[in-house]
């Protein structure tokens, strides 16, 4: 597989590159990114043919999507992805100055923004028109709802539900489909439960799914996989570090990993050494072998780190080694694997 190639998303016309470029470090998480790094990160991508983008609103408070539009802008528009997220409203901070450098929920140096979760139809539609506002770019590919679960949200969750349900979410994103605004709508979420059941209520072209399949994790692999390919819900791998776990920061689902699963990943680096594989590199190619994945987005600050991604990506693994892991455990046997090099 080359890191150029496509797979289409199938209700849509629209094909999605097979690896992308996240915009969560732009924005700072966990570290101040400078603007000389997210523009050279932006130009490296493009140098190496990456042509898939994401952002949101929430990374930064704003300030991914003004970083990652006016890398783009004067790129032609037609050769590559964007997708971005609603479910945040970005509001000024009328209460206090944003100290520079501080940490404002995993942001680094945010800017002077709180959130406002709303997803109701006016806040769909407000949402779309700032990220428009911020990107500077004529032209959102994709769509994501953002957030929406019950770990993100705990008790609110249902009362958030109602609002796409019966306040009208649902039904701004389908407008925007099928007036030509985006090409195609989805759910960009840590939880595959809420995925189920979205698609319940509308038909879903694509879901970003963060963490949940993994080489460290494929609970969500059967059915609900195998129902998303089904109804043609193509799955855009993200957060296939876990959090950055599998790149050795320590972290998982954005805090410190438990001894439980710092034993899982310790079990997977000793099939790693004995096969010579990095494990960062069975991590980024592990998703996309199963049919339903068409791309895997994965972040980085600098070009340094990129150039690491697509080199790991590019890593050929044997397949005795993924046929290893699945006789240890370590890997559903029933999940499928990269042909080995």
Known sequence: MLLTDCRLLPRTGLSVPVFGLGGAQIG??????????????????????????????YYGYGRSEHRMGASLCDRARGEYVLSTKVGRLIRP???????????????????????VYDYSYDAVMRSIEDSYQRLSIARINILFIHDIGRVTHGDRHDYHWQQLTHGGGFRALEEVRRAGIVNAIGLGVNEWEVVHDAMQEIDLDCTMLAGRYTLLEQMSLSPFLENCQKAGNAIIAAGVFNSGLLVGNGKFNYAAAPPPIIARVEALTAVCQEFGVALPAAALQFPLAHPAVVSTVTGARTREQLEANIAWFNSPIPAPFWQALAARGLIDTSAPTPVGS
């Open 93 to 115: 901070n009328a209460h206090a100055e944003r100290t520079p450098g501080a940490d404002v929920n995993g942001w680094a140096d945010a800017l002077p923004f709180h959130q």
């Open 28 to 57: 700072g998480l966990y570290r101040a990114s400078t603007l000389a790094e997210s523009d050279d990160l932006v130009a490296c991508a493009w140098q190496h043919g990456i042509r898939y983008f994401d952002t949101a609103p």
